[in-house]
């Protein structure tokens, strides 16, 4: 029967339990605006969860980082209702634009205090093209005028038997 809704009259049993446990999670709603940092500050009740919908702009990619206590957890979940981000610590995951809109993020605190929480969603524009090759160091050397780098010389340790000893 797992999985499965029962005949009645249990249904109005399962329903009501169904709704208890959903009594301690809250539901947040945010919009993730494209290249703006959008900030929630928020609590999680000990032993509670919070659900956080993100809205974000069609043909744009999800950035968002998550700090709270080390008893929370958090799974993120696409439009769709796939899996995209596993449960977890709070962390920051990037999703890509095929994730869809909105982003469910569910978090919950397993600590027997209520815990604080700060999440920070932003939009970025979704590149369908690799970008192109960067060189790390663009500008010619100031000594040589080569370009590109130059490998440091090798220094010799330096011969200490010049030194002269102390008399005795």
């Known amino acids: 029967m797992q999985g499965q809704k029962p005949p009645e009259p249990y249904l109005q049993l399962w329903y009501a339990a169904a709704l208890g446990s959903l009594a301690d999670v809250q539901i947040e709603q945010v919009e993730a605006k494209p290249l703006t940092p959008t900030v929630l500050y928020s609590r999680v009740p000990p032993e509670g969860a919070r659900l956080i919908s993100i809205q974000v702009p069609p043909g744009h990619r999800l950035v968002m980082g998550i700090n709270g206590t080390p008893l929370m957890q958090m799974t993120v979940y696409s439009a769709k209702g796939d ?22 993020v569910l978090v919950m ?4 205090a209520s815990g604080a929480l700060t999440l920070s969603a932003r939009a970025d524009f979704s590149f369908s093209a690799p970008l192109p090759p960067v060189d790390l160091d663009p500008l010619p050397d100031s000594a040589t005028g080569a370009p590109g780098r130059i490998p440091a010389p090798v220094m010799e340790p330096a011969n200490n038997s010049a030194v002269p000893e102390e008399d005795q």
């Open 83 to 104: 899996v995209v981000a596993e449960r977890g610590p709070l962390r920051v995951v990037t999703l890509p634009a095929d994730a869809g809109s909105p982003i469910q």
């Open 109 to 112: 605190n397993e600590g027997v």
